[in-house]
């Protein structure tokens, strides 16, 4: 995101610094800490702004007294403590209005705000030698999220993996209810955790822990099925960071986000987007870029994306497998229809999903 960003920055006439620091641990790290004290106390800024909600930051902007504004756009949030997330200086904002009223149930102010895409980021020339290395029928970029499920339930007794796969297996076929979060009652972890004891296992598992797990988990399986099914039928290809046998998919190692994903988006007939089951209802960062690509979209059902685009006008949406290859193999056989959805899809983007309009938002009161 934050080429469209420094794009919309300079387009609202917004004077900004960059200070780059990879986190590996979202809320203990001296170093990065040290490094934005420096930052505010030898600078005059009226706010800090960051994708995605870093702790750290609250921290010190909280020290120092100045505002620190962040949009989220990863799902689940990988802190352990909330606490910081209810400082005084902060305006955060979330992609996902479902999640968005969960984290306002435990007392964070915060905002729905659903993400942007910038088309001139991505209106890169096609060329011949794109053409022959990204066409496609059907495309997917991103990863399976292979998870250690069953290192961690192996030690369970058959009746508790049971119960847990058969949520996994309810959940993976359901697209407008994430419930694992509620099923995961306190007494479950109870149960589970003194399994782990009576295993021998000096090892406690949190929920939000098991949480994401079983969220992934879901994720991996449906996207190994759909992209089994497809590859069986259409010319299929991934890009992924990942490694797993599927035969007849063509697999590929990751691509740069700006030099060419752009053109497997809009070289490939159809993209595919899977959205990771932990997502409530917002519209995935990956919509939105085959979108502002150019490309065409076929996702399964999330609330928000058929609420803000007309769904077989503008994008395609599905919500079971046999729904899926149907629409699948009729818009691969059908270029003019889905061409102008494609097409549809763009100016929908280009009119309501600008970084402009984004930042606007977030920093119209320091404007």
């Not at 590929?252 to 809009?266: A, L």
């Not at 928000?304 to 818009?331: H, P, T």
Request: net charge negative.
């Amino acid at each position: 995101m934050n080429a469209g960003i420094e794009r919309a920055f300079r387009q609202l006439n917004i004077e900004y610094d960059i200070l780059y620091y990879q986190q590996t641990d979202w809320e203990q790290d001296p170093v990065f800490e040290e490094m934005v004290q420096k930052q505010l106390k030898n600078n005059i800024y009226a706010a800090v702004f960051s994708v995605n909600f870093a702790p750290i930051v609250s921290k010190v902007c909280q020290q120092y007294g100045i505002e620190y504004i962040s949009w989220v756009y990863d799902s689940p949030m990988h802190i352990r403590d909330n606490s910081m997330m209810k400082n005084s200086c902060n305006k955060i904002y979330m992609f996902d209005w479902g999640q968005t009223q969960e984290y306002q149930k435990q007392g964070i102010i915060m905002e729905h705000l659903p993400l942007a895409v910038d088309p001139e980021v991505f209106n890169l020339r096609i060329n011949n030698n794109a053409v022959n290395e990204y066409s496609s029928q059907i495309s997917m970029v991103g990863k399976l999220y292979k998870t250690d499920y069953p290192i961690y339930t192996n030690p369970l007794s058959n009746n508790i993996k049971q119960l847990l796969n058969d949520m996994i297996v309810k959940q993976r076929d359901m697209y407008n209810n994430c419930f694992i979060p509620e099923f995961l009652t306190d007494e479950l972890l109870k149960t589970i955790n003194e399994e782990y004891i009576t295993a021998g296992l000096d090892f406690r598992i949190e929920k939000r822990e098991l949480e994401y797990m079983m969220l992934c988990e879901t994720t991996n399986r449906e996207r190994i099925i759909i992209l089994s099914l497809l590859a069986n039928h259409f010319d299929t290809h991934l890009y992924t960071t990942e490694k797993i046998p599927i035969s007849n998919l063509n697999i590929h190692g990751p691509v740069d986000y700006y030099k060419q994903m752009p053109y497997i988006f809009k070289l490939s007939k159809i993209n595919m987007n899977i959205s990771l089951k932990a997502i409530r209802t917002g519209i995935p960062l990956r919509c939105v870029d085959v979108l502002g690509c150019g490309g065409f979209l076929l996702s399964n059902y999330q609330e928000e994306l058929v609420q803000d685009f007309i769904v077989g006008n503008e994008c395609e949406v599905y919500g079971s497998f046999e729904e899926m290859y149907d629409k699948a193999n009729y818009y691969i056989k059908h270029d003019d229809i889905r061409k102008r959805i494609a097409k549809n899809g763009l100016e929908r983007v280009k009119k309501s999903f600008t970084f402009r309009d984004r930042i606007h938002k977030m920093f119209v009161h320091l404007i």
